[in-house]
Nanobody, 115 residues
Framework: QVQLVESGGGLVQPGGSLRLSCAASGLSFSFYDMNWYRQAPGKARELVAGITRDGNTDYANSVKGRFTISRDNAKNTMYLQMNSLKPEDTAVYYC?????????WGQGTQVTVSS
């Protein structure tokens, strides 16, 4: 059974930092491209950042220069380092694993940026 478990969310002040983790089990992690999505209240889910199985990365324009995606295949874990957080970054953050036509979602972790 495939499981993706996000952690590391919470409440942070504007300008602060958080590191999200996505721990994967039940799949061959190193063969999957991995992504972080987020969904704010009343908005569609959007792609935040992605990292291929080869380690190539891409970011949404709104987070470039502030967020860093990484993965540790030995630990079956993906990370999202979020710096200089803004109130508009408030959302539920989800990890998504994809390989060919197979895709899996985590349950999400809440990130709230507020003073």
């Amino acid at each position: 059974q495939v499981q993706l478990v996000e952690s590391g969310g919470g409440l942070v002040q504007p300008g602060g930092s958080l590191r999200l983790s996505c721990a994967a089990s039940g799949l061959s992690f190193s063969f999957y491209d991995m992504n972080w999505y987020r969904q704010a209240p009343g908005k569609a889910r959007e792609l935040v950042a992605g990292i291929t199985r080869d380690g190539n990365t891409d970011y949404a324009n709104s987070v470039k220069g502030r967020f860093t995606i990484s993965r540790d295949n030995a630990k079956n874990t993906m990370y999202l380092q979020m710096n200089s957080l803004k109130p508009e970054d408030t959302a539920v953050y989800y990890c998504f694993a994809i390989r060919a036509t197979m895709g899996y979602w985590g349950q999400g972790t809440q990130v709230t940026v507020s003073s």
